[in-house]
C-alpha cells in the first residue's frame, strides 16, 4: 500500500530534550515536507526537499532541522524543543522534484513539549 | 510573495444545501497550481483536486466543483446538496511553477472549517 509513514503519532517531552520524527514514503516520491498545523493558523511549511541531499527552508524553519540522506527517508528533528514547537505535525510526499505535484500525507504526530 | 486568503474560518449550513468555499491567491509567476485538500474530523488530510494557471475550465466531480477564475486570482470550491459527511476543514494550496525566487513553497491557506448540521 502506497503511503507516507511518520513515527511518533503522539510525544509527550520536556524543554530541551532532542527529539526526531521519522517519516518515511514508498511511493519513490522526489519531493518531501515537513508541515506543522496550529488552530487559526493552518498548514505552515517547515523544510522540504526536492532530491537526495536537497533541502530547503520554508516558512516557519527556526527551531527545526532535516535530512534527506535516502529518497524514502526525511526525518523532521528538534535539537533543542520549546513549548512554542507543541503543534500536530504532517509530513508529505508527491511526484516530481517540483512542489507542483499532489501532497501525500502522513497521519499526523502530535508533539507536545511541556 | 505567495499568499493564499481563504477568509471564511467557519461556516455553518443544513444539510442539503449548497455551500461555497471561497480562496484568493496572490503570485507573481504566470505559471502556478491551485490545490483543495479536505480534512475530515479523522485528521488525515485529503487531495482533492489540483488545477494549473492554464486551465481555466471548471471541474466538477460528483457534488463537489471548483471554480477557476485569473481575473479575480480566486479558486472557489462549491459542495452541491451538502451531506453531514461533507464536515471538514478545507484547505486551498498555491505552488508556483517557475521559481523565480529560488525556492519551491507550497503556501496554503489557513483553512475553511464547514459543519453540516443534519
Known amino acids: 500500500e502506497a503511503q507516507v509513514t511518520q513515527n511518533p503519532r503522539y510525544l509527550i517531552t520536556v524543554t530541551g530534550k532532542k527529539l526526531t520524527v521519522t517519516c518515511s514514503q514508498n511511493m519513490n516520491h522526489e519531493y518531501m515536507s515537513w508541515y506543522r498545523q496550529d488552530p487559526g493558523l493552518g498548514l505552515r511549511q517547515i523544510y522540504y526537499?526536492?532530491?537526495?541531499?536537497?533541502?530547503d527552508k520554508g516558512d516557519v524553519p527556526e527551531g527545526y532541522k532535516v535530512s534527506r540522506k535516502e529518497k524514502r527517508n526525511f526525518p523532521l528533528i528538534l535539537e533543542s524543543p520549546s513549548p512554542n514547537q507543541t503543534s500536530l505535525y504532517f509530513c508529505a510526499s508527491s511526484l516530481g522534484p517540483y512542489s507542483n505535484q499532489p501532497q501525500h500525507f502522513g497521519d499526523g504526530t502530535r508533539l507536545s513539549i511541556l | 510573495a505567495q499568499k493564499v486568503t481563504q477568509a471564511q474560518t467557519e461556516i455553518s449550513v443544513v444539510e442539503k444545501e449548497d455551500v461555497t468555499l471561497d480562496c484568493v491567491y496572490e503570485?507573481?509567476?504566470?505559471?502556478?497550481?491551485l490545490f483543495w485538500y479536505k480534512q475530515p474530523p479523522s485528521g488525515e488530510l485529503v487531495f482533492l483536486i489540483r488545477r494549473n494557471s492554464f486551465d481555466e475550465q471548471n471541474e466538477i466531480s460528483g457534488r463537489y466543483s471548483w471554480n477557476f477564475q485569473k481575473s479575480t486570482s480566486s479558486f472557489n470550491f462549491t459542495i452541491t446538496a451538502s451531506q453531514v459527511v461533507d464536515s471538514a476543514v478545507y484547505f486551498c494550496?498555491?505552488?508556483?511553477?517557475?521559481?523565480?525566487?529560488?525556492?519551491?513553497?507550497?503556501?496554503f491557506g489557513k483553512g475553511t472549517r464547514l459543519h453540516i448540521l443534519p
Open positions: 494550496a498555491l505552488s508556483e511553477a517557475i521559481k523565480a525566487s529560488g525556492d519551491d513553497k507550497i503556501i
Open positions: 503570485t507573481r509567476d504566470t505559471t502556478y497550481y
Open positions: 526537499s526536492m532530491n537526495v541531499e536537497v533541502t
